[in-house]
């Protein structure tokens, strides 16, 4: 993980920096102030910090013996409401978005990028508010996707694609590559480590990375704007460390400080849920790429996708729970996945589908990078590191690069920061891609 070279070494607070000359007068100022208005609108917005259940819902489901659903339902959000005003939220995402209209134009390009997110975020406003109704689910799936979505049109989709790595998967079961690592790693020792390892990533100063141990969050580790937490009764190893390293630390806050870094579009700092779909595919790329993921990780993955599709399906969160726990996985790793799909709505609701992303992520961001490869537009690979992004607005930000509106990332892995051996894979992978796999396994029948 390095600087890239030309990024902009000046931190966001000095106006000076702001823009090329051409710009430095009333465009990039109203711009700047309009996305400053959306960074500190979204603020109370916390989705997972919302939707969580707490450890009085785990403590009953045990209590049960894993029987009974979880009790939770309409009563039990009303319990917990929102830290804000949702209606007064809502009304101040309509303003901004007529105000950005009014002062940039319906067809400016960063005009709609702005607007898409004030329209995003009032979505996510709307699906907080209908926590424990089935509107949360319908909601959830306009935010996020669904299961049952195409890659493109008549195509497989991608509960498709979980099928298909399930059963590539299950090939692996028991031989060399499924062999199981060690967890020798306490929390507060991986946090130590981790945090030297960032400390070389994210070396100044003004940008340290924080790695702090949480006994708050659902998953083993989560990135903040410019920290991890890190669960404080997990265990890890040295291959979990890495991935997350890169997952986390080289992308998630990477994105973050590349988009704080912005001079003019303060808003690539903070993602709205269409970004995390790039987030996530993004993250997934880099660990296949830095050749940190393993079968065990890809599992995990595939099997959120069919928790995802089985409970858009109809399953409950009994189903789900005994799922996991037909796999191997104990009691209380199971609860804890079954948890993922379903906070937010109810035990037998729809499901809360961001853990879709990670693979329909990688899915999208792997083609578009071949596409670039292909199409002589690998500058623009890097650009996917200048914040918070989404895939439909690379396009536009590379011309508002060009511009001067947007800077060019600082932090970007080593990979993308120097593409030519990720161009030379692609070149290949391109041709091998056109190739009829299942001709060639008939031709390699012998060899096997």
Same mark, same amino acid.
């Given at each position: ?63 049960? =013996?894993?029987? &009974?659903?979880?009790?939770? $339902? /309409?009563?039990?959000? #009303? @319990? ?6 949702? !209606? ?89 590559? =499924?062999?199981? &690592?060690?967890?020798?790693? $306490? /929390?507060?020792?991986? #946090? @130590? ?6 400390? !070389? ?248």
């Amino acid at each position: 993980m390095t600087p890239a070279d030309g990024a902009a070494e000046a931190p966001p607070s000095t106006p000076a920096s702001h823009a090329s000359a051409g710009h430095a007068g009333g465009y990039a100022a109203t711009i700047r102030a309009l996305s400053d208005r959306i960074v500190e609108a979204q603020r109370p917005i916390r989705i997972l910090d919302a939707i969580k259940w707490d450890d009085g819902v785990r403590v009953a489901f045990f209590a049960a =013996g894993c029987a &009974e659903p979880p009790p939770v $339902d /309409g009563a039990y959000y #009303a @319990a917990h409401p929102l830290p804000f005003d949702p !209606a007064a939220l809502r009304d101040g995402f309509y303003t901004i978005e007529n105000d950005i209209h009014r002062e940039l134009g319906q067809f400016n390009p960063v005009a709609r990028i702005m607007a898409r997110m004030c329209r995003e975020y009032r979505s996510a406003i709307r699906m907080l508010e209908a926590r424990g109704t089935p509107e949360f689910a319908r909601l959830s799936q306009h935010l996020y996707g669904s299961a049952h979505d195409v890659f493109y049109a008549g195509e497989p989709t991608l509960a498709d694609l979980g099928t298909q790595m399930t059963a590539m998967l299950d090939h692996l079961q028991g031989g060399i590559l =499924g062999q199981g &690592e060690a967890k020798d790693i $306490d /929390g507060e020792t991986a #946090a @130590a480590l981790l945090q030297e390892r960032l400390d !070389a990533v994210f070396d100044d100063p003004a940008e340290r990375v924080r790695v702090v141990v949480s006994d708050g969050i659902v998953a083993d580790a989560a990135a903040g704007a410019d920290y991890i937490k890190m669960r404080s009764e997990a265990w890890f190893n040295e291959r979990d460390l890495r991935l997350l390293e890169i997952h986390e630390g080289w992308v998630h806050v990477g994105t973050t400080l590349n988009g704080r870094r912005q001079p003019v579009c303060t808003f690539l700092s903070k993602g709205p849920p269409s970004s995390t779909v790039t987030q996530e595919g993004l993250a997934m790329l880099m660990e296949v790429l830095c050749f940190a993921s393993h079968p065990a990780r890809m599992r995990r993955l595939t099997n959120r996708i069919h928790a995802v599709s089985r409970v858009e399906d109809g399953a409950t969160f009994l189903d789900v729970f005994r799922m996991y726990r037909d796999q191997g996985f104990d009691e209380l790793e199971s609860y804890t996945n079954a948890t993922r799909v379903f906070r937010g709505s109810t035990p037998d609701g729809g499901p809360f589908t961001k853990d879709i992303s990670y693979s329909k992520g990688f899915v999208l961001i792997y083609n578009y990078v071949r596409l670039c490869v292909k199409r002589g537009l690998v500058e623009r690979i890097p650009l996917l590191f200048c914040g918070k992004t989404t895939l439909e607005d690379i396009h536009t930000l590379a011309a508002l690069v060009d511009e001067g509106i947007v800077v060019p990332p600082r932090y970007l892995p080593p990979q993308v920061a120097d593409l030519n051996a990720l161009v030379a894979w692609l070149s290949y992978s391109n041709f091998i891609g056109q190739l009829d796999l299942r001709r060639i396994e008939a031709d390699y029948a012998q060899i096997l």
